[in-house]
């Protein structure tokens, strides 16, 4: 999980062109959206593009987001029990 958690931390810097950020910056439990990494609404739609191209995860509900996308650890959670790739 841990392997995982890291590819995820720079997959979401590379995908969001985050360049002042390092993967060491982003903790685990910190948030994503608002006072963490302070993502919007169009970076969750790249979030969700990056589950399907990466894990073969499709959100059908976009309000499943709002809780899969809370942190890198609920991310990694959700992608290690449902992932298809």
């Not at 993967?23 to 790249?46: H, M, Q, V």
């Amino acid at each position: 999980m841990e392997n995982l958690k890291e590819e995820l931390k720079g997959k979401i810097i590379e995908v969001l062109n985050l360049e002042d950020i390092n993967i060491e910056d982003i903790k685990d439990t910190d948030p994503l959206f608002g006072d963490g990494l302070g993502l919007d609404s169009i970076d969750a739609l790249e979030l969700i593009v990056l589950m399907d191209k990466q894990y073969g995860i499709k959100l059908s509900d976009p309000k499943e987001g709002k809780t899969i996308f809370q942190n890198i650890e609920t991310m990694a959670k959700y992608i290690a029990d449902n992932r298809t790739k």
